[in-house]
């Protein structure tokens, strides 16, 4: 079982995020995107485990990180608030240790130059980057929209779902990130 980080830690994850979404623009217009029926994983559940192969062709599964917070985004080279976010997620990465966080960023469907391109600029970050172009994991996480992030909690149930979602939405997401930071691993 991995101890939780220190309750300083969450302080400065809480900053970092607000800091860093502070430019985060909607991905869509939020006034419309609660309007929508855009699907979500029950919170509990346990999610689809094989996510497919980083960019070194390494098999990537939720599963492989029992016992950490893993946070699933998809992204698209398109989409200017994902490719904000991935930096922010990786900045929360270093602030609370890869002991305790996972980020999984999956592209949604890219062109493979399109793709290089933000996968290169990324590449030093302390996240994990997929690619998928067959769009088994998007089918599998039932994505319609962008960007989606699923946080997993160190047991490996969903804890939130969200989509499309923009600067009205981050006081939400870190407050729940750093709740699921904070419980312990139960099994």
Sequence with gaps: MRSAPSRSMYGALAALALLGAAGLPAALAEEHAKDRDYPTLAVGTVPFDELGKDIDGNKVTISEHHGKVVIVSFWASWCGPCRKELPILANVVKKVGPDHLKVIS???????????????????????????????????????????????????????DHTGYGESSIAEIVEELNRVLQAPQST
């Design 106 to 160: 999956i592209n949604f469907q890219d062109e493979q130059k399109n793709f290089r391109i933000v996968a290169d600029a990324l590449k030093t970050l302390p996240i994990t980057i997929l690619r998928d172009t067959s769009g088994k994991a998007a089918r599998k996480f039932d994505v319609r929209g962008i960007p989606r992030m699923i946080i997993i909690d160190r047991d490996g149930k969903v804890a939130a």
